[in-house]
């Protein structure tokens, strides 16, 4: 298991900035990316932000230019989030996806799990 638990959100202005913290713990062995998600009242959650274990960074495009993944290792990540705008009012979530395989008959198959934190509320005033 993987436990994930996000810090740093708040509210912030519209054009400022807001960082948020996530910190992991548990085994860490097999995951193959960590990111952000968000989910606003009355959508669906959309993604943020992933990084992969080779350091490879997608965005959303809704945030691209705006936001920044960062990691000091697969245990902590980090958004930085600029020129915040009040559209990114959302519940964020920390995510982390493990890759296991298994051989049978002989052919390998993989399978995916998403560990997920319990999430971080942002609210950004105009």
């Known amino acids: 298991q993987v436990q994930l638990v996000e810090s740093g959100g708040g509210m912030g202005q519209a054009g400022g900035s807001l960082r948020l913290s996530c910190e992991a713990s548990?085994?860490?062995?097999?995951?193959?990316?960590v990111g952000w998600y968000r989910q606003a009242r009355g959508k669906q959650r959309e993604m943020v932000a992933t990084?992969?274990?080779?350091?490879?960074e997608d965005y959303g495009d809704s945030v691209k230019g705006r936001f920044t993944i960062s990691r000091a290792s697969t245990a902590q990540v980090y958004l930085n989030m600029n020129n915040l705008k009040p559209e990114d009012t959302a519940t964020y979530y920390c995510?982390?996806?493990?890759?296991?395989?298994?051989?049978?008959?002989?052919?390998?198959?993989?399978?995916?799990?998403?560990?997920w934190g319990q999430g971080t509320q942002v609210i950004v005033r105009s």
């Open positions: 990084i992969t274990r080779n350091g490879d």
């Open positions: 548990g085994s860490m062995l097999g995951i193959i990316s």
């Open positions: 995510n982390a996806v493990r890759e296991t395989f298994d051989y049978i008959g002989g052919y390998k198959h993989s399978r995916k799990y998403d560990f």
